[in-house]
């Protein structure tokens, strides 16, 4: 078991934000870092109906759903201060049934793509997060990888 730590980059002063990420990626190849791939996170929100709601003024609450390319077959939804459900990827299509109960909150599709890298134990992982056509930041996860160690 590792441990993952996913932060925000601040785009590079007088750099713009694809300018950074190519830095980035030149400087983990320098430290010998190799490509491995690309992945790719998804987030959609989405907000109690309106019908739902037992009296006016009453706050709705959100459910975040997401996929993930490391995990293709699976499909993630977070509920607001609430647990975390996992399914197989037809959980859109039942989302799409459940429209009397939840709606998709409009233009709350936000996206992180990149390239993945190994650097001896890490998992290095720098995307760009997009919501819509237009570019909002930088990612970058760090992933310990557990080694199994031989004793001879």
């Given at each position: ?20 990420v ?10 010998g ?7 790719c ?68 599709k ?43």
């Amino acid at each position: 078991m590792g441990v993952t730590c996913v932060s925000q980059m601040p785009v590079a002063e007088g750099k713009s934000l694809q300018q950074t990420v190519e830095l980035l990626t030149k400087k983990l190849e320098m430290l010998g870092a190799e490509k491995q791939g690309t992945f790719c996170v998804d987030c959609e929100t989405y907000h109690t109906a309106a019908s739902t709601l037992g009296s006016q003024g009453q706050a709705g609450k959100l459910m975040y759903v997401m996929h993930n390319s490391e995990y293709p077959l699976s499909c993630f939804a977070l509920f607001e201060n609430g647990p975390c459900l996992i399914a197989d990827t037809n959980f859109d299509v039942l989302m799409v049934k459940l429209k009397g109960f939840f709606q998709s909150a409009k233009a709350s599709k936000i996206e992180t793509r990149g390239t993945r890298y190994q650097y001896c134990d890490f998992l290095v992982k720098v995307g760009t997060v997009t919501m819509g056509p237009s570019a909002r930041g930088i990612s970058v996860e760090i992933k310990t990888v557990a080694t199994a160690l031989k004793h001879g």
